[in-house]
């Protein structure tokens, strides 16, 4: 079973940035399709960023311009880079591999408010 580990969640004004960071252990990460989701209280889980094993990206709408979805398969890692942070955004942010189906984080907080 692959564990992920989130981490880089925060406290950050409107129109600040963050990066999470997602680290997953065991071998073969490079081959796997990874993603980023979130939640908001009240709501349900939400498909925030994905990327392929070829580096291949897509974006919800909500995010696209200010998100980015990278990989680092050296360190078995991947990032969300949000820029132009909204109070819209604030939610849990959850790591996966392998689709819904697959292994998720323990989620990281965002919260964006002045």
């Known amino acids: 079973q692959v564990q992920l580990v989130e981490s880089g969640g925060g406290l950050v004004q409107p129109g600040g940035s963050l990066r999470l960071s997602c680290a997953a252990s065991?071998?073969?990460?490079?081959?796997?399709?990874m993603g980023w989701y979130r939640q908001a209280p009240g709501k349900q889980r939400e498909l925030v960023a994905t990327?392929?094993?070829?580096?291949?990206?897509n974006y919800a709408d909500s995010v696209k311009g200010r998100f980015t979805i990278s990989r680092d398969n050296a360190k078995n890692t991947v990032y969300l880079q949000m820029n132009s942070l909204k109070p819209e955004d604030t939610a849990v942010y959850y790591c996966?591999?392998?689709?819904?189906?697959?292994?998720w984080g323990q989620g990281t907080q965002v919260t964006v408010s002045s």
């Open positions: 990327i392929t094993s070829a580096r291949s990206t």
């Open positions: 996966n591999l392998g689709g819904p189906n697959g292994s």
């Open positions: 065991g071998s073969m990460f490079s081959m796997y399709f």
